[in-house]
């Protein structure tokens, strides 16, 4: 099975700052990583598909990159509507797999 | 855009069985990927396994392979979880997703909390 690491856990950052997370998958996935923003007691949100497709609707403040194993999600300028838990997700198709990163708490500093 | 409904919350007792259900509204004709993940109390995500497409084939995660059947009738557009002997541990959220593939799970229910206890 792919597993999947995420850095760091948890974060404190200031209304404005840019916002760094890594996810490293233990095997190349290509580009088929996807990023999650959850907040209490809600589903989590899809943020970011393939690596770096902004899902319809979601801010451009949000950016991700990379292929193969290592990959980066970044906000821009933090705003307080972003603090979350943010999950990287690795999947293959055929046959379906899919694991999650353990995720990273942004909250304000 | 798809909205997606789950059954209420659920207390069992350990080696019992639970049904969770998903209902969708809108247009899923070209969304037939289900996939259900949990997520116990203050952990991460977990995906358990997806509905695949329309013939509904399904695909399991290993660990729950045996214990959990996902069913979906097209008609009525709702999706079933059901867990069988279930433990302590699968104290969690239960949440459906929906979306082009397995691994996209661009909709999802609102969650379905069961707890596990004797």
């Known amino acids: 099975d792919i597993q999947v690491t995420q850095s760091p856990a948890s974060l404190s950052a200031s209304v404005g700052d840019r916002v760094t997370i890594t996810c490293q998958a233990s095997?190349?996935?290509?580009?088929?990583l996807n990023w999650f923003q959850q907040k209490p007691g809600q589903p989590p949100k899809l943020l970011m598909y393939d690596a770096s497709t902004l899902e319809t609707g979601v801010p451009s403040r949000f950016s991700g990159s990379g292929s193969g194993t290592n990959f980066t999600f970044t906000i821009t300028s933090l705003r307080p509507e972003d603090i979350a838990t943010y999950y990287c997700q690795q999947y293959q198709n055929l046959p379906p797999e899919v694991t999650f990163g353990p995720g990273t708490k942004v909250d304000l500093k | 855009q798809v909205h997606l409904v789950q059954s209420g919350a659920e207390v069992k007792k350990p080696g019992s069985s639970v049904k969770v259900s998903c209902k969708a509204s809108?247009?899923?004709?070209?969304?037939?990927?289900i996939s259900w993940v949990r997520q116990a109390p203050g952990q991460g995500l977990e995906w358990m396994g997806s509905i695949i497409d329309v013939l509904g084939r399904t695909h399991y995660k290993q660990n729950f392979q045996g214990r959990v059947t996902f069913t979906a009738d097209e008609v009525s557009k709702t999706a079933y979880m059901e867990l069988n002997s279930v433990r302590l541990e699968d104290t969690a959220v239960y949440f459906c997703?929906?979306?082009?593939?397995?691994?996209?799970?661009?909709?999802w229910g609102q969650g379905t909390l069961v707890v596990v206890s004797s």
């Open positions: 997703t929906r979306g082009l593939i397995a691994g996209h799970m661009k909709f």
């Open positions: 809108g247009d899923t004709s070209n969304i037939y990927a």
């Open positions: 095997q190349d996935i290509n580009n088929y």
